[in-house]
Every structure is written in C-alpha cells, then in structure tokens.
C-alpha cells in the first residue's frame, strides 16, 4: 500500500512522506477503508527501498481498499471513473500544499478545534467533499495517478498556478525532440536519466532522458532543485528516492520491461536556457516507476501530445 490513515488525525499519509519525520510511530497507522492496522515499511531515510505500507491482519467487512489492487489492474485498460469517485486516494481532485501538520494529542479528549484541519471540508469549511477526490499535499499521489490510470485522464485536476485543470491538460512530457519553450506551468515529466545527480550544499542537478540530439548524443534537460534552506532529511529522502528511481530503470532496461522510472516535477524554466527547469519546494518533485500509457486518441482521457 502507498498510502494510509493516521490513527490520530485520520488524515491520509503517503508512505514516502514518512521519510521526513524524526519518529515514526510504527503502530499509528490504518487502512485507508477500514480499521485494520497499517505498518509502515522501508520508511527509514537509508531504505533503498520505496517505502510502503504493510497489511498484516484481513480487512474489515465492506473495506473499499482491499480491491484497490483490482481496480488498479482494471485502470491500465479501460476506464474506472466510477471506483475513482468512491474509493479514498486513488485519484486526487486537486494538490493543496499545507505547510504545518496539525499535531494531536491523543490523549486528550477530540473537540472540533483539534480535528478540524482534517476534516472532509472544502476550503471554505462549509462544502463536504466526495472523500475518494481528496486534495493531495504533495503531488506524488496525483502523478500516480496519471501514471495508473490513463483512460481516466478527463477527471479534474487543481494545481496551483498551472492553468489546465484536467488530468489529460496540466501534464506535460519532456521528449528527445529538441528543447521546447513552454509558456506556462505544466507538472512536467521525463525518463530519469541513468547518470547520477550532481550535488553541492547549494543545489541538485537532475539529468534526464530527454533533450536535443546532436552527433548522435543527447544534451539533456536538467532539473536544478534549490534544496539550500531544506532539512537533511529532505535532502537524504530526495537523493534516496533517486538513487532506487535510477536502479528500477536500469533494471527494467535491461530486463525489457515496459515500466520505466520517470521524474515528476513542477518548475521554472530558465529564462536563459530553455534546457532548464529550476525546483525550489521538495514536495513539488517526485520519481515513480511505472509503465507509462497513452490510450488511442478516440478513447476516454486520452492525454495530449
């Protein structure tokens, strides 16, 4: 499982989110439909493993993240709008970055004022909202989406500060078609390159597998990530989660697998060179590995070129 609920807050955590916490409390998480208890795995900043959730005991009776799998497998050929609208965290409606986490204690009693940061309320805190579009705080659950279900790509989508507001729109690929000009914010993504990131205190450069070719040799995009007012913690889960990206490619490569590893990201892109694309804030970058697919033109959430 990549996500789950947080026993205290009930709010939705994703398991690579756990990697920025200075304790992680091993029994404090449950099934995102039901009670039964979640424990984290591969969480610790070190894991070259993708952190994940571990389901040890059955689901509870009517638990809808138990046939999450089912329609995961579903989504890859056809479309499953239906299950994306009910079933928790499968497909976000919008990213709402949220600075502080609302810390409870759990042995007070719960009053409205502790819980209400997380509660199923629209901005305006009057609107209750379907739970399975929930808002997503950082925009790997909303690529992962993108990445699994590819015929349902004309659902909704908010992200601040990039103007299409679908799926199939506010996604943008970067090719080997020579470096484009793009005019506005898109959550760019292309294939992680295999060479290592090049570090200093005060950036990350990411090459990726994507460019202009030129006697017969790529000059690649480069994501340049402004990590110097970051936590090391931060830094370490960035470099962590490149460094298994790298390796799943190389093994899938190699392997002739479909799946490939892609950085998601949304940046700047430099005003001088259109090869680059500047990153400040760690919750606007991501890796997931995966099979990426493009349904026919004709079908359903068919995404842009």
């Known amino acids: 499982m990549d996500n789950a609920r947080d026993c205290v807050t009930k709010g939705i955590i994703e398991a690579e989110d756990l990697k920025l916490l200075a304790v992680v409390d091993t029994y404090g998480y449950q099934c995102t439909g039901c009670d039964t208890q979640a424990f984290p795995r591969s969480y610790r900043p070190e894991n070259l ?3 994940h959730f571990q389901i040890r005991d059955p689901h509870g009776p009517n638990c809808k ?5 089912k329609i995961l497998a579903q989504g890859k050929s056809g479309s499953v709008q239906q299950e994306l609208e009910t079933y928790p965290g499968l497909s976000p409606a ?6 502080t986490r609302t810390i409870v204690d759990p042995a007070l009693p719960r009053i409205e004022k502790q819980t209400q940061s997380v509660g199923r309320q629209d901005t305006t805190g009057n609107t209750a909202r379907r739970e399975g579009r929930r808002a997503a705080n950082s925009i790997r659950p909303i690529c992962r989406a993108f990445l699994c279900f590819p015929y ?18 506010a996604f943008k690929k970067l090719r080997s078609k020579g470096f484009e000009l793009f005019a506005q914010a898109r959550v760019f993504y292309g294939e992680l390159a295999w060479s290592h990131a090049v570090e200093s205190s005060e950036h990350l450069t990411i ?3 994507a460019g202009e070719w030129a006697d017969k040799k790529l000059s690649p995009y480069q994501v340049i990530v402004h990590w110097q007012e970051w936590s090391a913690v931060a830094r370490g889960r960035l470099k962590n989660e490149l460094e298994v990206a790298r390796k799943e490619g190389m093994e899938a490569r190699k392997a ?13 892109q430099d005003a001088q060179n259109s090869a680059l694309f500047h990153v400040m804030d760690h919750r606007l970058i991501c890796t997931l590995h995966d099979e990426l697919v493009f349904p026919p033109k004709t079908a359903v959430g068919s995404p842009s070129q």
């Not at 993240?65 to 799998?69: L, M, T």
């Not at 919008?94 to 600075?99: F, S």
């Not at 349902?152 to 729109?169: F, N």
């Open 256 to 268: 002739k697998q479909a799946s490939r590893s892609y950085l998601f990201f949304i940046g700047n």
């Open 207 to 209: 090459s990726l597998n």
């Open 94 to 99: 919008r990213l709402q970055l949220i600075d």
């Open 49 to 51: 493993l993708r952190a």
């Open 65 to 69: 993240a138990e046939g999450e799998s």
């Open 152 to 169: 349902d790509r004309h659902l909704s989508l908010e992200v601040p500060g990039v103007a299409p507001t679908t799926y199939q729109t």
